[in-house]
Nanobody, 121 residues
Framework: QVQLVETGGGLVQPGGSLSLSCAASGSIFSIGAMGWYRRAPGKQREFLAT???????KYADSVKGRFTISRDNAKNTVYLQMNSLKPEDTAVYYC???????????????WGQGTQVTVSS
């Protein structure tokens, strides 16, 4: 099995910054794309950013220029640096990873349990 654990959430004032981390562990042969999503109260899950194992990135328009996704392949970890945070960024943030558990196995998407980010004064 594969576990993804997010850390770094918390309370931050508007205009502030926060950095999230997501470490993957368990039966991992290879990790493909990794990404971040969020779910605000009463809303659907929203895509934020994704990064390939080669470092190519994509962002949602709502966070482009404010959030930066990065990864450390040696540590099986993906990061999300969030700057200029707004109250509407308040949500539970989830990471995911496309994982090949064994050399010839299929790719499976795994999700973390989520970490709360609250932007409030």
């Amino acid at each position: 099995q594969v576990q993804l654990v997010e850390t770094g959430g918390g309370l931050v004032q508007p205009g502030g910054s926060l950095s999230l981390s997501c470490a993957a562990s368990g039966s991992i042969f290879s990790i493909g794309a990794m990404g971040w999503y969020r779910r605000a109260p009463g809303k659907q899950r929203e895509f934020l950013a994704t990064i390939t194992n080669g470092g190519s990135t994509k962002y949602a328009d709502s966070v482009k220029g404010r959030f930066t996704i990065s990864r450390d392949n040696a540590k099986n970890t993906v990061y999300l640096q969030m700057n200029s945070l707004k109250p509407e960024d308040t949500a539970v943030y989830y990471c995911n990873a496309d994982v090949q558990q064994y050399r010839y196995s299929l790719w499976t998407m795994f999700w973390g349990q989520g970490t709360q980010v609250t932007v409030s004064s």
